[in-house]
Nanobody
Framework: QVQLVESGGGLVPAGGSLRLSCAAS????????MGWYRRAPGKERDLVAT???????NYADSVKGRFTISRDNAKNTVYLQMNSLQPEDTAVYSC??????????WGQGTQVTVSS
């Protein structure tokens, strides 16, 4: 059974940094891609960043230059380093894993709150 567990969220002032972690219960190389998504209050869930098994990376325009996604295959963990956080980054951040059959798995999410 696939489980994704996020951690690292919290409350930070504008301009601050956080690093989110997503630990998988299985080998993350089993997945075609993994990524981070976020849902702000009253809004749809949006893509933040994805990384494929061969290392290709994609970012939402709103986070380019501020956020960095990475993966540690040995630890079966994906990270999201978030710098220069702004109040508009406030959201629940969720980890996603997508396998070769198109099945997606989600973590429970972690709250990120950026104060102005």
């Amino acid at each position: 059974q696939v489980q994704l567990v996020e951690s690292g969220g919290g409350l930070v002032p504008a301009g601050g940094s956080l690093r989110l972690s997503c630990a998988a219960s299985v080998r993350i190389l089993n997945f075609n891609s993994m990524g981070w998504y976020r849902r702000a209050p009253g809004k749809e869930r949006d893509l933040v960043a994805t990384i494929t098994s061969d290392g290709r990376i994609n970012y939402a325009d709103s986070v380019k230059g501020r956020f960095t996604i990475s993966r540690d295959n040995a630890k079966n963990t994906v990270y999201l380093q978030m710098n220069s956080l702004q109040p508009e980054d406030t959201a629940v951040y969720s980890c996603n894993a997508l396998n070769s059959l198109g099945w997606g798995y989600w973590g429970q999410g972690t709250q990120v709150t950026v104060s102005s």
